[in-house]
């Protein structure tokens, strides 16, 4: 065996004597041998496939919007502590779960539901429909009672931090 020898590269070439190697239709993972046409070594290479993408825009896409928005309390939390934020958001009703007052808004391109009285979030995703269900799982997943108890017993919103 010679010395090894290893390159990391984004194109084939004979690890001895640098002539390019043509290098034909591959896949990603595929180990080929080698033996140079002009020095005559041998070598191995494999091959890692990397992709990468232009991107153009078609049509632009719509901005979330709420539906008579009103100005909700949120509890947002970093490493200076809780403070509270004003935003606008949707009042939304889970059926089954009247007793728990729930509200969407928006930050920036993701919707959120938090609950009124701690202002914490309950869950976040992709659209108004999405969040719900993901609310009403949540909320299925505990059962009203137990809802109901576990808000109770958070920090309300009133107790927190002041209002930025
Ligand atoms: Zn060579």
Same mark, same amino acid.
Do not use: E, F, I, L
């Given at each position: 065996m010679g010395k090894t020898v290893f390159y990391y590269e984004d194109t084939v070439f #004979?690890?001895? #004597?640098?002539d390019d190697v043509f290098d034909g239709d591959s896949q990603d993972g595929d180990i080929k041998t080698v033996t140079c046409a002009r020095c005559g070594g041998e070598f191995e290479y494999e091959i890692e496939v990397q992709y990468s993408y232009h991107i153009f825009g078609l049509k632009p896409g719509k901005k979330p919007k709420l539906n008579n928005p009103v100005k909700k309390k949120i509890v947002l939390e970093n490493y200076e502590g809780k403070h509270i934020e004003e935003v606008d958001a949707e009042e939304v009703v889970i059926p089954g779960f009247e007793e728990i007052k729930l509200f969407l808004y928006i930050n920036n391109w993701t919707w959120v539901v938090s609950e009124e009285?701690?202002?914490? #979030?309950?869950c976040s995703g992709n659209s108004r429909g999405d969040v719900k269900e993901k609310a009403e799982r949540v909320l299925k997943h505990f059962g009203k009672e137990e809802a109901i108890k576990i808000i109770a017993q958070q920090p309300k919103i009133s107790e927190s931090a002041q209002v930025v």
């Open positions: #004979c690890p001895y #004597c640098k009285s701690t202002g914490m #979030c309950v």
